[in-house]
Nanobody, 125 residues
Framework: QVQVVESGGASVKAGEPLTLSCTTFGLTFEQTSMAWFRQAPGKRRESVSCISWTEVTTFYADSVKGRFTVSRDNAKNMVYLQMNNLKPEDTATYYC??????????????????WGQGTQVTVSS
């Protein structure tokens, strides 16, 4: 069964760090592009970051550039989103997404066919 599972969401205070994790099942992880998206209440789901399976390509939304870092450990089938200096506007449900056999990582929601259920990140001021 193909599946993506996120974890690590929490309630934190502004300025604190938090790391989200994501693992996959049923995918050839070492040839899978991975991405993080987020959706705040009343807003559209937006791209946060992505990383290709070669790690050659990474992307960060302007709103998180310099504060978030995406990484992956192919041996563990894990992708991480290290979030530093969190802000209240980072509050959202964060989703991990996957797509196999791409040489790049798409920035669009439609570029991914496998999605996790989401993990909640709440940042208080």
């Amino acid at each position: 069964q193909v599946q993506v599972v996120e974890s690590g969401g929490a309630s934190v205070k502004a300025g604190e760090p938090l790391t989200l994790s994501c693992t996959t099942f049923g995918l050839t992880f070492e040839q899978t592009s991975m991405a993080w998206f987020r959706q705040a209440p009343g807003k559209r789901r937006e791209s946060v970051s992505c990383i290709s399976w070669t790690e050659v390509t990474t992307f960060y939304a302007d709103s998180v550039k310099g504060r978030f870092t995406v990484s992956r450990d192919n041996a563990k089938n894990m992708v991480y989103l290290q979030m530093n200096n969190l802000k209240p506007e980072d509050t959202a449900t964060y989703y991990c997404a996957a797509e196999e056999y791409l040489g790049y990582c798409p920035r669009q929601l439609g570029g991914y066919s496998v999605w996790g259920q989401g993990t909640q990140v709440t940042v208080s001021s």
